[in-house]
T-cell receptor, first 114, second 116 residues
Framework: DSGVTQTPKHLITATGQRVTLRCSPR?????VYWYQQSLDQGLQFLIQ???????AKGNILERFSAQQFPDLHSELNLSSLELGDSALYFC?????????????FGPGTRLTVT | AQKVTQAQTEISVVEKEDVTLDCVYE???????LFWYKQPPSGELVFLIR??????QNEISGRYSWNFQKSTSSFNFTITASQVVDSAVYFC?????????????FGEGTQLTVNP
C-alpha cells in the first residue's frame, strides 16, 4: 500500500459527460501528479500541483483540468468525454518538488467512456 | 526534451532464468534521476529504485540489480533467478531538474512473463 488513495476505482460513463477523479496524497506529501495510461499513448504526465499551486503541465487536454485543495487532496476533472479518453488515470505524490523523490502511485482510476 | 526507450516490448523466460531489461534514455540535463517501476497484473505502479546522474555505482537488492552507464545512456535492470511472481510490466522513467518540475517521463514498458 503506497499510502496514496484514489477514488473511484472504476468509472463508466458516456461520451460528452463530465467526471471528477479524486486523489489523496500520502501524509506529508506536498506534490501531487496526474498521469494517464492508455494503450496508444503509454504512461503520460498530465499535470503537477505543489502545495495548492500548479507546478508543471504536460500533455493535458484543454477539456481536462485539475486542482489541489488546502488539505492537499487533488481532483482531476475531465469534460466533454470522448472514447479516446478511456484510460487508467494515476495520481502520485512526493515530498516536494525540485528534488524528485520517488513518486508513490495510487491504485489508479480506470475510466471507460462508452 | 527527455526520452526513454525500452526496446524490448515483451520478454518470456522460464523460472530461475536470469533476465535483463534494457533502458536507454536521452536528456540534455546534467542532473537527472532514473527510476524503475513495476506494474503487476493488478495494475498498480510499484516503485523499485531511483538513481541520480552522479552516482554510477551499480546496485543490488536481493535478486534485483541495476547497471547504470552514463557513457551509453543506459540503466538496465537484471532479475536473477526469476520467479513467476516477477511477471509484470516494468517501466523505466526519467526525471530532470527543478525548472521542469519533477514529472516522470516513462518508457513504453517491457512485459515480462516468467513461466513455471
Amino acid at each position: 500500500d503506497s499510502g496514496v488513495t484514489q477514488t473511484p476505482k472504476h468509472l463508466i460513463t458516456a461520451t460528452g459527460q463530465r467526471v471528477t477523479l479524486r486523489c489523496s496524497p500520502r501524509s506529508g506529501d506536498l506534490s501531487v501528479y496526474w498521469y494517464q495510461q492508455s494503450l496508444d499513448q503509454g504512461l503520460q504526465f498530465l499535470i503537477q500541483y505543489y502545495n495548492g499551486e500548479e507546478r508543471a503541465k504536460g500533455n493535458i487536454l484543454e477539456r481536462f483540468s485539475a486542482q489541489q485543495f488546502p488539505d492537499l487532496h487533488s481532483e482531476l476533472n475531465l469534460s466533454s468525454l470522448e472514447l479516446g479518453d478511456s484510460a487508467l488515470y494515476f495520481c502520485a505524490s512526493s515530498v516536494r518538488t525540485g528534488d524528485p523523490y520517488e513518486q508513490y502511485f495510487g491504485p489508479g482510476t480506470r475510466l471507460t467512456v462508452t | 526534451a527527455q526520452k526513454v526507450t525500452q526496446a524490448q516490448t515483451e520478454i518470456s523466460v522460464v523460472e530461475k532464468e536470469d533476465v535483463t531489461l534494457d533502458c536507454v534514455y536521452e536528456t540534455r540535463d546534467t542532473t537527472y534521476y532514473l527510476f524503475w517501476y513495476k506494474q503487476p497484473p493488478s495494475g498498480e505502479l510499484v516503485f523499485l529504485i531511483r538513481r541520480n546522474s552522479f552516482d554510477e555505482q551499480n546496485e543490488i537488492s536481493g535478486r534485483y540489480s541495476w547497471n547504470f552507464q552514463k557513457s551509453t545512456s543506459s540503466f538496465n535492470f537484471t532479475i536473477t533467478a526469476s520467479q513467476v511472481v516477477d511477471s509484470a510490466v516494468y517501466f523505466c522513467a526519467l526525471s530532470v531538474g527543478e525548472t521542469s518540475g519533477s514529472r516522470l517521463t516513462f518508457g513504453e514498458g517491457t512485459q515480462l512473463t516468467v513461466n513455471p
